[in-house]
């Protein structure tokens, strides 16, 4: 009996194994059958905005916020994996290398390979350590595509840092800002300007602001645009005046201001609506079609926040942006555009322990009228209060601003909350506000581990779950191009070559990276670092990639031209 009962189940697993096996050759075939229509659609522009930090819980909310369907509930189909090579909840930084440039890599790193240490069990790296990988924007530009990148946040912050840079840390904002610069992008809207100066030295703006350099490296990169051809532009009058040509606007000296902040605190700066319609139609002029990534980068800061008018209001702003460009997109005929969150952030829930009607008896106002009362961000009503966090203060701007008059308890609460969990007065404002006043409920100040949405339009590109790495390889099909093989050609470690080098300069590195400025000297050519040219026998030689440098590592990496440049053919 119990042999025969042994049979049966190796038959069932013989049989389930065979059935796994025929679907996922089915799904592979699926996805080469995809692959190939990609190739073969005539998509000529390619547009990926990303929602910092979301999912569809915040679809919800803000689609009842609005009354009416959002742009992106037509576009919805999928779902994309997030985890990342040492944990299954991700950073920024390591989502935008996989989507960007089609690898998993390690907490903190953009565009470059993970380190070996603390992968996740059984995950193989498909990238080498430290090593640079290319981007979907910097392949497009080697097609001689037109490439733009459009954010609310620093231009140096993570996920755009993804699209157009290499370095194994975030933070290091300099470098990064100093190879975006270099990496000639056509069009940059965004913030962050105080990674273009020089730490000792000022820039004026428009409307009368000063703002101070980081820059320890001693290059005044806003003249270096300049010198290269770019307008630069600091409000949102002197972006829509420009007409055609390459322009970087920084519109703040560190990250811009929430989509509903703006009216109170810095009304020179445009919309993501606006930022991104310009960058449409500055970019379409190119023939050979422009690559776009645009991110709502600040949803993720109000997930952090547990903020939920700052989600809602930066996730609509998002919404208006997508349908510029599906609108344009309708008109164009031959472009893709491929949305998707980078992963969730504070677990955002219609619906927690402390919702007094019952969850059964919900109505639209419960979820809504709380919301809508809300004029401001919690971390813009921290900046009116104007350093007066009085458990009175805290009542009076919220019930100025947020048009609650809350408890003297529950004010006293709030702050008992920001010393408890160590958080700052805006996340405590919020998390207590969202328990005692709406029906929303959170789990955490950090990221979130789960699936997120994918939404496109203009080519149906995934119907099941697919991984955040596969959507580079999918705008790198609609694009014909192949990102390992740009990755070579950009890419070349210096010590794979020959030893016969040097790297002269200051090797220290400070909160936003490299101190100084580094050449790597090779038989008489000089190639300065994060820098898109070499100096040989006096004459100045543009090369098609950047000079990056590994300082884990030590490595160097030139492209494949100036190897051949230099007669040190492989
Ligand atoms: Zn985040």
């Not at 990674?195 to 490296?217: C, Q």
């Not at 059964?360 to 919690?378: Q, R, Y």
């Not at 609650?404 to 969990?421: G, K, M, P, R, S």
């Not at 405590?428 to 328990?435: L, Q, R, T, V």
């Amino acid at each position: 009996m119990y042999n025969k009962w042994k049979k049966n189940v190796k038959v069932l697993i013989a049989a389930l194994s065979i059935t796994l096996f025929a679907t996922s050759v089915v799904w592979a075939l699926d996805g080469l059958k995809m692959r190939e229509k990609l190739r073969h659609l005539g998509i000529k522009n390619v547009i990926i905005m990303v929602p910092d930090g979301c999912d569809e819980t915040v679809q919800t909310v803000a689609r009842w916020f609005k009354g009416e369907n959002l742009q992106l509930d037509k576009m919805q189909g999928g779902g994309v994996k997030t985890h990342m090579a040492d944990s299954i909840i991700t950073d920024s930084a390591a989502a935008a290398t996989a989507f960007a440039c089609g690898h998993k890599t390690s907490d903190g790193f953009v565009g470059v390979g993970p380190s070996l240490e603390g992968l996740l069990s059984g995950y193989e790296p498909t990238a080498d350590p430290y090593t640079p990988i290319a981007s979907v924007l910097e392949a497009a530009k080697i097609k001689g595509m037109a490439t733009g990148i459009v954010v609310t946040c620093r231009i140096s912050h993570a996920t755009p840092a993804g699209f157009a840079s290499h370095v194994s840390s975030r933070a290091w904002d300099n470098d990064i800002t100093e190879q975006m610069v270099y990496n000639n992008i056509d069009v940059v809207f965004g913030g962050g300007a105080r990674h273009l100066i020089p730490e000792d030295s000022y820039y004026t703006t428009t409307f009368g602001d000063v703002w101070k350099g980081k820059r320890t490296d001693g290059d005044d990169l806003i003249q270096i645009l300049r010198d290269r051809g770019y307008a630069f532009v600091d409000n949102t009058e002197d972006m829509q005046a420009q007409s055609g040509g390459k322009v970087w606007g920084l519109f703040d000296d560190s990250h811009m201001e929430p989509d509903i902040d703006r009216q109170y605190f810095a009304k020179h700066q445009p919309s993501l609506a606006e930022m991104t319609a310009k960058a449409i139609e500055l970019l379409s002029q190119d023939r050979d079609g422009f690559f776009l990534h645009v991110e709502g980068s600040q949803v993720d800061w109000a997930g952090h926040a547990n903020d939920p008018i700052y989600m809602v209001t930066d996730f609509l702003a998002f919404d208006e942006a997508v349908k510029i460009a599906c609108d344009f997109a309708d008109r164009d005929g031959h472009t893709l555009v491929l949305a998707f969150p980078d992963h969730n952030t504070g677990g955002m829930k219609i619906g927690h322990y402390y919702t007094p009607m019952g969850y059964t008896k919900t109505k639209i106002e419960d979820l809504v009228d709380p919301l809508k009362g809300m004029k401001i961000t919690s971390a813009g009503l921290v900046k009116m209060m104007e350093g007066d966090d009085s458990a009175a203060n805290i009542q009076l701007k919220i019930s100025k601003f947020w048009s609650l008059d809350i408890t003297e308890e529950q004010a006293q609460e709030i702050l008992n909350y920001q010393a408890a969990a160590g958080v700052s007065l805006d996340y405590a404002i919020s998390y207590i506000i969202s328990k005692y006043y709406t029906v929303i409920g959170w789990t955490t100040h950090g990221h979130n581990g789960e699936t997120v949405p994918l939404w496109s339009y203009g080519a149906e590109v995934s119907k099941g779950i697919i991984d955040d790495t596969q959507l580079a390889t999918i705008a790198a099909d609609a694009m014909n191009t192949d990102l390992d093989r740009i990755s070579h050609r950009l890419y070349v470690g210096i010590s794979t070559i020959t030893n016969d080098y040097e790297i002269v300069g200051d090797l220290s590195i400070n909160d936003y990276g490299l101190t100084g400025n580094l050449v790597l000297k090779v038989r008489g050519a000089e190639f300065p670092i994060n820098k898109d040219y070499m100096t040989y026998k006096n004459r100045k030689i543009k090369l098609p990639g950047l000079t990056i440098y590994a300082p884990v590592t030590g490595e160097v990496y030139v492209s494949q031209k100036a190897v051949s440049l230099l007669g040190l053919m492989q």
